[in-house]
């Protein structure tokens, strides 16, 4: 089973550029974000007039400390929170104009989450565990299973697919969430701390296989962090600090994760 799709084909331009060297449009174009939260008479701006543009293939930290507005950010980015004001368009479409069903199909289909606390259900196998997302998507039972397989297959977790979450690791755990994730052929992956909750091996094994899965699979991968170690592992660090963007610079020395053979998925 290929990851690529015909969706697929008319985003993912490894590392954010054509072949010519010109640059594709924006996956991801935010303008002028802003989010207020109302707190009885206090208002708290988490985000402040953000401008940012992601590209097909980009891999990509969100760096800052805790009540940046990371975290705020990518709960927009991932369609899960609407902005107060701005503009957001998604792979060109206008995410303000989007009804409750449209989101949802877009957060089932064209982005992958990975969470730091994993957010599996605790007492079902890890193959079902993976399976969710296509429940919700309508696909047949036995495509499911199929696809399900293969992604756990791809992390390297062929021999645990019955073994539920509380026979796992916290690696394991966050690998299985990496294939939820990857079951729906996302386009792009959030994924907010997701080696928080791991030791130094375990965080290594799971940057190997965001890492992976962007250079072999052109996928979008962007992490939300505060570890400065972690953002070393990517392509480009987006730094932001009291809701606005005040860093936004290549990596000069990327840190490869591992080495090996690649990705079969």
């Known amino acids: 089973m290929t990851v690529a799709t015909a969706e697929r084909s008319t985003l993912a331009t490894r590392n954010g550029a054509h072949a010519d060297g010109a640059k594709p449009t924006p996956v991801i174009d935010v303008r002028g974000i802003t989010k207020v939260y109302k707190m009885g008479d206090i208002e708290v701006h988490a985000l402040r007039g953000v401008d940012l543009q992601i590209y097909p293939g980009e891999l990509v930290a969100i760096m800052g400390p805790s009540g940046s507005g990371k975290s705020t950010l990518m709960n927009i980015l991932g369609c899960l929170d609407q902005p107060t004001s701005g503009k957001y368009r998604l792979d060109g479409v206008d995410v303000e104009k989007l009804n409750d069903n449209q989101l949802a199909e877009i957060r089932n289909k064209k982005i992958g989450f990975v969470f730091q606390s994993f957010n599996l259900l605790r007492r079902t196998s890890a193959i079902d565990n993976v399976e969710q997302p296509l429940i919700y998507a309508g696909v047949p039972p036995r495509e499911r299973r199929e696809r399900a397989r293969a992604a756990l297959e791809a992390v390297g977790l062929g021999s645990r697919l019955k073994h539920h979450p509380s026979e796992l690791s916290g690696g394991q755990q966050q690998r299985v ?59 480009r660090i987006i730094r932001i600090a009291d809701g606005q963007i005040v860093g936004d610079e290549p990596v000069e020395e990327q840190l490869i994760a591992c080495h090996g053979e690649p990705l079969k998925y």
Do not use: K, W, Y
């Open 177 to 235: 969430a990496i294939a939820r994730a990857l079951v729906t052929n996302p386009a792009i992956i959030l994924a907010d701390e997701p080696t928080g909750n791991l030791d130094s091996r375990a965080g290594a094994e799971v940057m190997c296989i965001f890492q992976r899965l962007n250079s072999e699979q052109g996928i979008t991968v962007i992490f939300v962090t505060h570890d400065p170690r972690i953002a070393q592992h990517t392509r």
